[in-house]
């Protein structure tokens, strides 16, 4: 059985890593100003912020049915029996159902995923399935283990701004008044596909000690006894700069030594929502060995 792992670029994974390591990638689309863009074809990281910057009206969206459905005829028609798609988590977006009734005209020969992951613990998910199809597991044997992980995994992120928050209405102009005169900081965890609050603490200082006390909570308890071969830690964000990219990853590796990290910026439609500046670390269990630094 060949069988072909694709995801989106929320995982954070480009078109060229994908090609590097036989993934396949769909770029996601983002509305600026009502003109159509797809991430790393039309759009990329520089020309987002820059949108940001300038206060325009940024709007994500799912890939169409018609870019979905021909790549996946493009890659079955490559010599595949079957291909997995996982897709970003469908607690954030409607593009992972969209795919699962398509998936239905394809005789069992598109295994949508859905184990309610975004970023990089969506890449963490990928390079796995990655691994078991290498190893012979079979796509519908890859959708269930990964669905049995859903949960093993979580992210904590600090907004740096709430300027893009207010804009999609999940905080109130009143609310992020105070906020700001009282220098405010939201932790928010991601796990199981949901957004919710942590933590609000004065200034970005204590915002980031508050999301390493949370990963080192994690590791300490529910991941107790996991070898950290099999614990990933990664690194993302919406940093504008590579010194600011660089303190934050070094940050992470520092505290967290002996780990293997990975850094990826958030996606363009995941960065479109959340704003620049925000800075993002997160821990998950994986089925492959990864090298230890």
């Given at each position: 059985?060949?069988t072909?792992?694709?995801?989106?670029?929320?995982?954070g994974i480009?078109?060229?890593?994908?090609?590097?390591?036989?993934?396949?990638?769909?770029?996601?689309?983002?509305?600026?100003?009502?003109?159509?863009?797809?991430?790393?074809?039309t759009?990329?990281?520089?020309?987002?912020?820059?949108?940001?910057?300038?206060?325009?009206?940024?709007?994500?969206?799912?890939?169409?049915?018609?870019?979905?459905?021909?790549?996946?005829?493009?890659?079955?028609?490559?010599?595949?029996?079957?291909?997995?798609?996982?897709?970003?988590?469908?607690?954030?977006?409607?593009?992972?159902?969209?795919?699962?009734?398509?998936?239905?005209?394809?005789?069992g020969?598109?295994?949508?995923?859905?184990?309610?992951?975004?970023?990089?613990?969506?890449l963490?998910?990928?390079?796995?399935?990655?691994?078991?199809?290498?190893n012979?597991?079979?796509?519908?044997?890859?959708?269930?283990?990964?669905?049995?992980q859903?949960?093993?995994?979580?992210?904590?992120?600090?907004l740096?701004?709430?300027k893009r928050?207010?804009?999609t209405?999940?905080?109130?102009?009143?609310?992020?008044?105070?906020?700001t005169?009282?220098?405010?900081?939201?932790?928010?965890?991601?796990?199981?596909?949901?957004?919710?609050?942590?933590?609000?603490?004065?200034?970005?200082?204590?915002?980031?000690?508050?999301?390493?006390?949370?990963?080192?909570n994690?590791?300490?308890?529910?991941?107790?006894?996991?070898?950290?071969?099999h614990?990933?830690?990664?690194a993302?964000?919406t940093?504008?700069?590579?010194?600011?990219?660089?303190?934050?990853?070094?940050?992470?590796?520092?505290?967290?030594?002996?780990y293997h990290?990975?850094?990826?910026?958030?996606a363009?439609?995941?960065?479109?929502?959340?704003?620049?500046?925000?800075?993002?670390?997160?821990?998950?269990?994986?089925?492959?060995?990864l090298?230890?630094?």
């Amino acid at each position: 059985m060949k069988t072909a792992v694709m995801t989106d670029t929320n995982s954070g994974i480009t078109l060229d890593e994908g090609k590097t390591n036989g993934i396949f990638v769909l770029p996601m689309p983002v509305m600026i100003d009502g003109k159509d863009y797809m991430e790393e074809v039309t759009l990329d990281h520089t020309m987002l912020y820059k949108a940001l910057s300038e206060d325009k009206d940024i709007v994500s969206s799912q890939p169409s049915p018609g870019d979905l459905t021909q790549m996946w005829d493009d890659i079955l028609s490559q010599g595949y029996d079957e291909l997995v798609y996982i897709p970003m988590t469908s607690g954030l977006s409607g593009s992972c159902a969209t795919a699962t009734a398509l998936s239905a005209d394809y005789d069992g020969k598109v295994i949508v995923v859905d184990n309610h992951r975004i970023s990089i613990t969506l890449l963490d998910s990928v390079y796995d399935a990655q691994y078991m199809a290498e190893n012979g597991m079979t796509g519908q044997a890859i959708k269930e283990y990964l669905e049995e992980q859903t949960y093993n995994n979580d992210i904590y992120i600090t907004l740096q701004s709430l300027k893009r928050i207010i804009k999609t209405g999940r905080i109130t102009k009143a609310g992020a008044a105070i906020a700001t005169v009282l220098n405010l900081k939201p932790v928010l965890k991601i796990q199981g596909g949901k957004l919710d609050a942590y933590a609000k603490v004065r200034g970005m200082d204590n915002a980031e000690k508050k999301m390493f006390e949370a990963i080192h909570n994690d590791l300490e308890n529910k991941y107790k006894g996991v070898p950290k071969e099999h614990m990933s830690i990664g690194a993302s964000g919406t940093m504008e700069t590579q010194e600011q990219i660089d303190r934050w990853v070094g940050m992470i590796k520092a505290e967290f030594p002996g780990y293997h990290v990975t850094y990826r910026p958030l996606a363009c439609s995941i960065a479109s929502h959340v704003g620049t500046g925000t800075q993002g670390v997160a821990a998950g269990i994986t089925k492959r060995t990864l090298e230890l630094p």
